[in-house]
């Protein structure tokens, strides 16, 4: 049974960081595309970063590009996200996810993902 589990949301200041992490079981994590998307209230799932099978490859949606930073360590089947210079508008619930087939080559959308985690929550305070 696949079970991803987010941690490492919060509360900070906008200008601040935080770290997410995505702690995988269940599965061989370093065979598969991993990627974080955020969910705003009302809003459909969008894609934030993805990352290959070895970390070398990652994307980033535009409105994050140069401020997170996506890695992931196969030895301890874990993907992080590194979020910093943090804005109001990245409050979001964020979500670790296993993409099909090796889709952060091509497109990463929800209809894309094979497992979702629960989710954690970002806020961030103006």
């Known amino acids: 049974q696949v079970q991803l589990v987010e941690s490492g949301g919060g509360l900070v200041q906008a200008g601040g960081s935080l770290r997410l992490s995505c702690a995988a079981s269940g599965l061989t994590f370093e065979s598969f595309h991993m990627a974080w998307f955020r969910q705003f209230p009302g809003k459909e799932r969008e894609g934030v970063s993805c990352?290959?099978?070895?970390?070398?490859?990652?994307y980033y949606a535009g409105s994050v590009e140069g401020r997170f930073t996506i890695s992931r360590d196969n030895a301890k089947s874990t993907l992080y996200l590194q979020m910093d210079s943090l804005k109001p508008e990245d409050t979001a619930t964020y979500y670790c996810?296993?993409?099909?087939?090796?889709?952060?080559?091509?497109?990463?959308?929800?209809?894309?993902?094979?497992?979702w985690g629960h989710g954690t929550q970002v806020t961030i305070s103006s």
């Open positions: 996810a296993v993409l099909e087939s090796a889709a952060c080559y091509d497109t990463w959308t929800p209809n894309r993902v094979n497992y």
């Open positions: 990352v290959n099978r070895n970390g070398k490859i990652t």
